[in-house]
C-alpha cells in the first residue's frame, strides 16, 4: 500500500526565514512520482513540482527547493527567505499506479510580517 | 490555466436527496479524477475515469458513483446524501499517466 505522511501539521515562521516542509512516503513499488501541490487560502490547488523515482537530484526554482532522498523516503520541501504570499497549505503527493495520487494530510505554513 | 469547470461551486442539501456534481475540461485530457478534501486528510480520490465509459473506484467511493458519455464531462453523483458527505469535492484532469494533475476550483457541499 501507499502512503504519503507529512508530520507537520501547522508551520509559523516570520518572513525571510527560511523553511522546509517534511515529506515522508511508503510504496513497494519502483517505479513512481511524488509532487508538491500549494493550496492558498483562495482555496485553489496549484501544482509545484513533479519527480520521478529515478531521478534523485535535488531542483531548484527560484526560493524553491526540494530534496529527494531514496534511502529515507523522504521529498522535502524548502522555501528560502521566505514572504507572505508563501502562506498557504502544502500537500504532498504519490502516484505509483499512474492514474492515483495518494496526497499527504498537508502542512500549513504561516509566514508573518 | 487549465480550462476545468466545476460547477455548482457551493450546494446546501438536505439528506437522503441525490445531488450531482458536475465537472467540466476543455484540455481533452485522459484521465479526470474527483477527490473530497477534509482537515487532517488532505485529499482522498473517490472515483476516476481513464477515458470515455471506463471509470473505475478511488480510496472512499462508497456513497458516490461517477459516469463520463464524454471525454470532456466527468459526472459525481451522490444518491442519498449523508451529512458525512459535507466536504469541499475537487475534480481533477491529467493528460496522461503519471503526469501532474490540474485541479479544478472545488464544490463546497454542505449537507444538512
Known amino acids: 500500500a501507499q502512503k504519503v505522511t507529512q508530520a507537520q501539521t501547522e508551520i509559523s515562521v516570520v518572513e525571510k526565514e527560511d523553511v522546509t516542509l517534511d515529506c515522508v512516503y511508503e510504496t513497494r513499488d519502483t517505479t513512481y512520482y511524488l509532487f508538491w501541490y500549494k493550496q492558498p487560502p483562495s482555496g485553489e490547488l496549484v501544482f509545484l513540482i513533479r519527480r520521478n523515482s529515478f531521478d534523485e537530484q535535488n531542483e531548484i526554482s527560484g526560493r524553491y527547493s526540494w530534496n529527494f532522498q531514496k534511502s529515507t523516503s523522504s521529498f522535502n520541501f524548502t522555501i528560502t527567505a521566505s514572504q507572505v504570499v508563501d502562506s498557504a497549505v502544502y500537500f504532498c503527493?504519490?502516484?505509483?499506479?499512474?492514474?492515483?495520487?495518494?496526497f499527504g494530510p498537508g502542512t500549513r505554513l504561516s509566514v508573518l510580517p | 490555466d487549465a480550462g476545468i469547470t466545476q460547477s455548482p461551486r457551493h450546494k446546501v442539501t438536505e439528506t437522503g436527496t441525490p445531488v450531482t456534481l458536475r465537472c467540466h475540461q476543455t484540455e481533452n485530457h485522459r484521465y479526470m479524477y474527483w477527490y473530497r478534501q477534509d482537515p487532517g486528510h488532505g485529499l482522498r480520490l473517490i472515483h476516476y475515469?481513464?477515458?470515455?465509459?471506463?471509470?473505475d473506484k478511488g480510496e472512499v467511493s462508497d456513497g458516490y458513483s461517477v459516469s463520463r458519455s464524454k471525454t470532456e464531462d466527468f459526472l459525481l453523483t451522490l444518491e442519498s446524501a449523508t451529512s458525512s458527505q459535507t466536504s469541499v469535492y475537487f475534480c481533477a484532469i491529467s493528460g496522461d499517466r503519471f503526469t501532474e494533475a490540474f485541479f479544478g476550483q472545488g464544490t463546497r457541499l454542505t449537507v444538512v
Open positions: 475515469s481513464y477515458g470515455v465509459k471506463d471509470t
Open positions: 503527493a504519490l502516484d505509483n499506479y499512474g492514474q492515483n495520487f495518494v
